[in-house]
């Protein structure tokens, strides 16, 4: 069971160059999350969705986009990457029936550096 | 808005006990727990969901006050192991299925 699987781990983009970070769980949730977390700092909410085909702005969605097209995938894409994007990204994924009454489940998180 | 963490930091000696408070300015259905060690996720701890909610789990406790819209976690006889930063997110009534996280806690356990 690999639970959240975030790919890739690692990747150093110029500044302009437009990428897609992919976030895949196996455990049949519905909601999905990407956070990003700078250094010594707490997770800020980019997009979230809420089932397949839906999504939603969180705290700081500017410079991002998502789609969720498929209900185990969730992509987050930068269009033009800009050094204030470089980041932790964690992509997490919950059950539940109402609320969040079930935990966030976490990926391994993508180390993404913009020069 | 985050949830207010207190406090920032804390250094505990094997033994000791600690409290971490959360607290928000909106009215809340749930607060998370979590913790975080360097370079790894974030790693699920509890979930309060009622009003006047206390959970355990081992020497690690939290209480949810839904009137004063607060949470504490309580680590008792702390153990080298719960070093790490904590974090606690919560759900509020109006904006509700996603988190909003504090900006944490970081505690350090000496020998």
């Known amino acids: 069971n690999a639970g959240v699987t975030q790919t890739p781990k690692f990747r150093v983009l110029k500044t302009g160059q437009s990428m897609t970070l992919l976030c895949a769980q196996d455990?049949?949730?519905?909601?999905m999350y990407w956070y990003r977390q700078d250094p010594g700092m707490g997770l800020r909410l980019i997009h979230y969705?809420?089932?397949?085909?839906?999504?939603a702005k969180g705290e700081v969605p500017d410079g991002y986009n998502v789609s969720r097209l498929k209900k185990q995938n969730f992509l987050l894409g930068l269009e033009s990457a800009a050094p204030s994007q470089t980041s932790v990204y964690f992509c997490?994924?919950?059950?539940?029936?109402?609320?969040?009454?079930?935990?966030?489940?976490f990926g391994d998180g993508t180390r993404l550096s913009i020069l | 808005q985050q949830p207010v963490q207190s406090p920032q930091a804390v250094i505990l000696r094997e033994g000791e006990d600690a409290v971490i408070n959360c607290s928000s300015s909106k009215a809340l259905y749930s607060v998370h727990w979590y913790r975080q060690k360097h370079g790894e996720a974030p790693v699920f701890l509890m979930i309060l969901l009622k009003g006047g909610e206390q959970k355990g789990h081992d020497k690690i406790s939290a209480s949810f006050n839904e009137k004063k819209q607060q949470s504490s976690l309580y680590l008792t006889a702390s153990q080298l192991s719960y070093s790490g930063t904590y974090f606690c997110?919560?759900?509020?009534?109006?904006?509700?299925?996603?988190?909003?996280f504090g900006s944490g806690t970081r505690l350090l356990v000496r020998p």
């Open positions: 455990m049949n949730h519905e909601y």
């Open positions: 969705s809420v089932g397949e085909g839906t999504t």
């Open positions: 997490a994924s919950s059950g539940g029936t109402w609320n969040l009454n079930q935990p966030q489940h």
């Open positions: 997110g919560t759900e509020r009534m109006d904006s509700s299925y996603k988190l909003i």
